[in-house]
């Protein structure tokens, strides 16, 4: 070591010497709660981004199962579509079939009507039960399937020009 080098460590050495052992005590304190203080913060910003981060990869989980679950959402959506569809498919092979069958029992009640009122307009009489008959018939035919056409004119000449022979009880039994 050099001379001057020893003189100022002397100096030094004598200037902290003279600092009163309070002041000392004083400054470490300080530093000791500014270094506290300090790591408090640190730990506290630490705890902050750690809590972040975990907010971060919550979003980015639940983000995934959305997308996920949207996906699997669009193809059970796929799914009931082709279902779906079928169905209206075969509703509408369905619809054909009993508007053909509603077509065609028309047509045979028409017939049996038509047949029922010329077979009782050529005899000129009917028994009271074919009269029951007949008119049942006109009712499902002209208020059921909602047809007129010329039953309601073969109706009305049955029921002016035919004698109904019999009569029925409260119990649709023939009495004599």
């Excluded at 460590?9 to 003279?18: D, F, K, P, T, V």
């Excluded at 092979?93 to 508007?99: D, Q």
């Excluded at 029992?105 to 050529?122: D, F, M, P, Q």
């Excluded at 309601?152 to 000449?157: D, F, G, Q, R, Y």
């Amino acid at each position: 070591m050099t001379s001057e080098t020893v003189s100022t460590s002397a100096s030094i050495l004598q200037q902290l010497s003279q600092i009163p052992i309070g002041s000392i005590i004083a400054f470490f304190t300080a530093m000791s709660v500014i270094g506290v203080g300090v790591w408090k913060i640190i730990s506290q910003m630490i705890k902050l981004y750690d809590g972040y981060n975990n907010i971060r990869e919550d979003r980015d989980l639940t983000k995934k199962q959305v997308e996920e679950n949207s996906e699997a959402i669009n193809e059970l959506k796929d799914q009931f579509s082709g279902a779906i569809s079928d169905v209206k498919d075969q509703l509408s092979i369905i619809m054909a079939a009993l508007n053909e069958q509603r077509e065609t029992k028309i047509t045979e009640l028409r017939h049996s009507i038509t047949v029922a009122g010329e077979n009782a307009l050529a005899n000129g009489t009917m028994t009271v039960r074919e009269y029951k008959s007949f008119h049942e018939m006109v009712d499902k035919y002209t208020n059921g399937y909602k047809q007129n056409s010329y039953v309601a004119s073969l109706c009305a000449k049955v029921d002016r020009d035919v004698r109904v022979i019999g009569k029925l009880d409260e119990h649709g039994n023939d009495i004599d």
